[in-house]
């Protein structure tokens, strides 16, 4: 027998449609699907339909709050971990920048000390060391023409020794090291600024001075015996080390250094976190030796002139402690001894054996 299906009565959209089901078939009107005579109340696909519209139970959310919570936790603590390491490796660079570039500047005053532009000292000069460091007057200085006396190149004052008045904020327990010398540049005699010490040196045979060290009056000729001789800066530094930057304000060991240029006496801060440093001094065993024979913290002083090398010892820690550290090392400073800071500050030790050129070079 022939299906026969019944059409519904044309009706508009807006009314109601009563779907004629055919055996066996489904129809889907607007959206709805009907379901077959001889079939079930819902098709396989109506309950897969509303298996995916029910979410998820508390359980699986509070399972996948908790691995969320868990993996939130560790990305946390390995940016904690990661950016503690990059900032203490920045302490750490500062540190060893701040040692070497302290370095760097003890050692290129060290091997100019001695430098008296034209001036040679003669077997027969004579040396000194000046009573007052912190005086600016030239009769003060140590240069004597007439006998001929000049000032010792280097000398050093051990951490028992008084401190200099024009030396403020001293860190007890350090050393202190004194270079004397020229500037590398030559001045003309016209050119002299007023107020300032230059070292003229005589070439001409009938001068009666090798030298003069004034602020003025400067007369001595070159070979021609016509043209004045060209004029060379006096410089002296005191270097020490501070107990703090900008006094008043922190407490960052620094070196520092006053220095005596242009008749007046300025103090200077050279590098910070400089905590402690110390000199040994190598001697030369005689006034016509060039190598060091003996090393001492304290020579003599009749020895200062013979001082031909010196090895400098610092000690630099970081400007900012380092939370949950504590320093238990020890750290050696040549002849100035063992040193047990603590704290919770880094450090690292520098050493180097500077030659005094000016000095050793001329006995070669």
Not at 77 to 85: E, G, P, T, V
Not at 200 to 224: E, Y
């Amino acid at each position: 027998m022939k299906n026969i299906i019944h059409k519904p009565a044309k009706e508009t959209l807006n009314k109601s449609v009563r779907p004629e089901l055919v055996e066996g078939r489904e129809f889907q009107i607007i959206g709805y699907v009907l379901p077959s005579v001889h079939g079930s109340t819902s098709s396989p696909r109506t309950k897969a339909l509303t298996r995916r519209q029910a979410g998820m139970s508390l359980v699986e959310m509070m399972i996948s709050l908790t691995i969320g919570l868990v993996l939130l936790a560790g990305i946390t603590s390995l940016i904690s971990r990661q950016s503690i390491a990059r900032v203490e490796m920045e302490k750490s660079s500062r540190q060893i920048e701040n040692g070497r570039y302290a370095m760097q500047l003890l050692n290129d005053d060290i091997e100019h000390a001695g430098f008296y532009g034209e001036y040679a000292p003669s077997s027969t000069t004579t040396y000194n060391v000046p009573a007052d460091l912190c005086s600016t007057v030239v009769a003060d200085l140590g240069w004597n023409s007439a006998t001929p006396a000049i000032p010792v190149p280097v000398r050093g004052y051990t951490a028992a020794d008084a401190t200099p008045s024009c030396v403020s904020d001293r860190l007890a327990g350090t050393a202190m090291l004194v270079v004397r010398r020229t500037a590398t540049a030559a001045v003309a005699a016209a050119a002299a600024a007023a107020g300032t010490s230059y070292l003229q040196t005589s070439r001409c045979n009938s001068d009666t001075m090798p030298f003069v060290l004034n602020t003025g009056g400067f007369t001595l000729k070159q070979k021609d015996c016509a043209t004045l001789a060209p004029l060379y800066k006096y410089i002296v530094r005191i270097y020490y080390v501070s107990s703090c930057s900008v006094c008043g304000t922190d407490t960052i060991p620094t070196l520092k250094m006053v220095e005596f240029v242009d008749g007046a006496q300025t103090v200077i801060p050279l590098v910070e976190g400089i905590e402690n440093m110390q000199f040994d001094y190598g001697i030369a065993a005689s006034a016509t030796s060039s190598f060091a024979a003996s090393y001492t913290t304290t020579p003599a002083a009749a020895d200062w002139a013979n001082v031909v090398t010196v090895r400098a010892n610092l000690l630099a820690r970081n400007n900012e402690s380092t939370p949950g550290y504590n320093d238990t090392k020890s750290y050696t400073l040549g002849g100035g001894g063992t040193v047990s800071p603590g704290g919770a500050y880094k450090r690292h030790l520098y050493s180097q054996l500077v030659r005094v050129v000016n000095v050793s070079g001329r006995r070669e």
